[in-house]
């Protein structure tokens, strides 16, 4: 209008809008309809593509200013998070002000706003009792199964079948004799077979949590572990302790189970424990090795059974009490170990 020495008055003739309506456009207190970019492409011979570009360039441009100001309000939720963990994962850098860090989390959840990270990942699937004794930080329980799902959702499984897992499940305590890494390779290969996704992310500080077993779609069950407890008897006992889930208990059931809370568990995690157990070592087994006094029984025993020592060497300290006898055939699970277990479950083949 200035270019063109127009006044609001003549342009409200020339469009056949009220100088009321002009006046508002001019101060921006209302947007350009497709109607009227109509009429301004007639007055002015500016096409109507020019003006409708214009408009949503301006609300995108309010739009992005009221959702900055909103993620600022965001910024202490995000805060919660692990940021350790959220940039091992490269959802967060290290140089992000706090409403980027609030935006990306919240992307990487696929949720609008904390209350529907409320409602979409704390009710329904961080669903554990609570411990009065051991606090848990619910939204890095949310943070780590979010992680798991991620690494599952690009592998390549098939429709479970329950009859090929439970030979499957037969086969684990075999791959017990490999390195931590090397056995979790050829189970999560095996478990794959079976329609089973299988996937390793460390442990989040303040979670508590061993696995988790819970569906991507009805024939579509995974697994996560961590390395809670540091000790590859406990590793392989949380592995099929989760398998079992699958195999025993309802289909689309999450299952978030959690170390130091055995006086709360119910008959579902009971009989996780006890198919757990008889598949890793059979009864007449879990009889000798109770009986064993020596460290080199033990070693015997484990050669005999194909398990590896560490299994052996676990259920004589949890059956005696006696760690002091086969305590060094536990062995550990190191830094390392943890760094390759991710390493694995990051690989999308």
Known sequence: MEERGIRQSELAERTGLTAKHINQLVSGNIGISTDVAILLERALDAEAGFWMRAEADYQAHVSRKKAKAQL???SQWAAKFDPGTLQRHEITGPQDDPATKAERVLRFFGVA??????????QPRVSFRRSQAFPVTEQNTALWLRLVERNAQHLDVPPLRDVTL???ARTLPAMTTLTVPDGFTAGRAALAEAGVALTFVREIPRTRVCGATWWLAADRPVIGLTARGRKPDIFWFNLLHEVAHILLHPRR???LDLDNEKALKDPTEQQADAFAEQTLLPDD?????ARANTREQLLILAARLGVGPAIVAGHHGYATGHWHIGGSLRGRIT???IDELERISANRS
């Open 72 to 74: 600022l309000e965001f």
């Open 113 to 122: 706003s904390p209350e529907a990270f409320e409602r979409t990942w704390l």
């Open 166 to 168: 439970r030979r499957t």
């Open 335 to 337: 830094d390392a170990d």
């Open 253 to 255: 059931t999450t299952f």
């Open 285 to 289: 087994a879990r009889a000798m090795i």
